[in-house]
């Protein structure tokens, strides 16, 4: 089966001539005589490294005939020869006159490839050769292309993925949020129950003015049971538990906000002479956990003990 043929839709590939036999047969034998001397070339540096100086001269007698025949086949003019510089150096030479040698020998088989690649570009190069030179061009950019399109596709499937994650993520924060504040407006009307039932400003109710004082610039997430802020909570939900008849189990639910941390309470109406008015307020930490920045949720208890304001 002819791979190739199905990158070159009505276009055969092209029948050998009878005059490309000759072509044929000349690039075959300096291909093997090319292949033949780069195994004598690394013969001979192995020989020489061993200090074998007898049999590094029969090879390298054999490789500067092999590279005459190379040039030979090829025709490349001012080439001086390697076998009468290989005899003019003795039968068997010293190691650095064969090792200088090699290295002669060495640009010269450099010199050799060279010139057989340009000789296979140019009169040696068949219609079969142009045939598959450009159908391994379209191979090639049919690879590039398909290689394109994977990466495009992954990019994009990576992008897709992305998006759908962040706006679950995005759903996920709202159905919280929304959570947060149910949590909060319950916890306002509980402490205002508690005000009324009791008739007691609710800082007398939890025993703090300001349970959620000290708690900020922490992640409240993470505080352990023990931590201040966790105990102060505690004691203020039981307190509005008891003064405003929740149920344990209603106590339970308001024992953290979605994210984990303690609910947060500031005790304000009639603890001060000045502002006896001012709101309590319970808040949520946010999805952060860190108490103080934009990512709170605060809501204001209704007063007990004075007038609301009025519509102006």
């Avoid at 708690?215 to 049971?225: I, K, N, Q, S, W």
Wanted: with cysteine; glycine share 8%; proline share 6%.
């Amino acid at each position: 089966m002819d791979f190739l043929s199905y990158f070159m839709p009505g276009e055969p590939r092209p029948v050998p001539r009878a005059a490309d036999a000759a072509i044929i047969a000349a690039r075959e034998r300096v291909a093997d005589r090319l292949a033949r001397a780069t195994a004598r070339l690394d013969g001979l540096y192995s020989l020489l490294g061993a200090d074998d100086a007898r049999d590094a001269a029969l090879l390298a007698t054999l490789l500067a005939e092999d590279l005459d025949a190379v040039a030979g086949e090829l025709g490349p003019a001012g080439e001086p020869s390697a076998v009468k510089d290989r005899a003019a150096r003795g039968l068997v030479p010293e190691s650095g006159s064969l090792t200088a040698f090699a290295r002669q020998a060495e640009a010269r088989l450099e010199d050799l490839e060279r010139a057989f690649a340009a000789r296979k570009a140019g009169p040696w190069q068949l219609a079969a050769d142009r045939y598959e030179a450009r159908a391994l061009w379209r191979v090639r950019t049919a690879l590039v292309l398909c290689v394109g399109l994977l990466a495009a596709s992954i990019l994009l499937g990576d992008t897709l993925a992305r998006k759908r994650r962040e706006f679950a993520a995005g759903v996920a924060l709202l159905h919280e949020r929304a959570a947060a504040v149910r949590g909060l407006e319950y916890l306002a009307a509980l402490a205002r129950k508690a005000k009324t039932a009791t008739g007691k400003p609710l800082f007398a109710i939890t025993g703090e003015n300001c349970t959620s004082c000290g708690c900020d610039g922490r992640d409240l997430r993470t505080v352990p049971a023990g931590d201040v802020c966790r105990r102060k909570w505690e004691r203020a939900r039981a307190g509005l538990g008891r003064a405003g008849g929740a149920s344990p189990r209603t106590l339970d639910r308001l024992a953290r906000d979605p994210w984990g941390s303690p609910y947060l309470l500031n005790e304000n109406e009639a603890e001060s002479p000045d502002f006896p008015c001012l709101p309590d307020a319970v808040a949520s930490a946010g999805q952060n956990g860190l108490f103080g920045d934009a990512d709170d949720i605060v809501l204001d208890v209704p007063n007990a003990f004075c007038p609301e304001p009025r519509e102006p």
